[in-house]
């Protein structure tokens, strides 16, 4: 069975201290794990970061959201979508009328294709090895759909993907929560 290909930004992430402490070491400290995970999964100056009792969560600055969100898809829709009658030109004649907070709640009606919440759990490998792994929960807006999609060993090429449009959207702080994933 196939899975979509999706481009994504992410909004928030999530990892459990009891999974970080499994890997804490003479040699390995929390620090160095949530610096690692962090670097990984490009959780940078863009993010808050919140400890909380059971994990540390990350997210978006609101301020950036609501900075840049509409430019940002606005290039990334005309960069993405050609023809006419796009479900996108929709999308941002809504967005534009609503306020940021309403933006954010519309993702959860799951109304439009190229612009609506996905959650999934990424599994974080540290030392590219596949004995240290720590789930990493996160909520993305899903830019663009397609599949259904049949692949093995695909993360380099999902990365390349990544960059490639992180490169035509160099402009924007969000181009740092992007992401180009498989659906589960």
């Known amino acids: 069975m196939g899975r979509y ?14 999974r970080i402490n499994k890997y804490v070491s003479e040699r390995r400290t929390k620090t160095d794990i949530l610096a690692e ?19 540390y969560t990350y ?30 030109d929709t999308v941002m004649e ?11 709640n519309l993702l959860e009606q799951k109304r439009f294709e190229c612009f609506q919440e996905d959650e999934k759990t990424h599994y974080c490998y540290l030392d590219n090895c596949g ?15 397609d599949g259904k999609i049949i692949m093995e060993c695909y993360n380099e090429i999902l990365d390349f993907f990544r960059r490639c449009i992180a490169k035509q959207l160099e ?9 180009v994933y498989l659906s589960d």
């Open 5 to 18: 290909l999706i481009i994504g930004l992410k909004l928030e992430a999530c990892v459990y201290k009891d």
């Open 37 to 55: 995970l962090e670097n990984t999964l490009r959780l940078g100056n863009e993010y808050d970061r919140k400890e909380e009792e059971d994990c």
């Open 59 to 88: 997210s978006l600055k609101q301020e950036i959201c609501d900075k840049e969100l509409l430019s940002f898809l606005k290039r990334f829709y005309d960069l993405r979508y050609i023809g006419e009658n796009r479900e996108s």
């Open 94 to 104: 809504k967005l534009s009328a609503l306020s940021p907070q309403e933006r954010l």
């Open 131 to 145: 004995w240290f792994e720590i789930p990493v929960y996160t909520r993305k807006i899903v830019l663009s759909m």
């Open 171 to 179: 402009d924007f702080r969000l181009t740092k929560a992007l992401d």
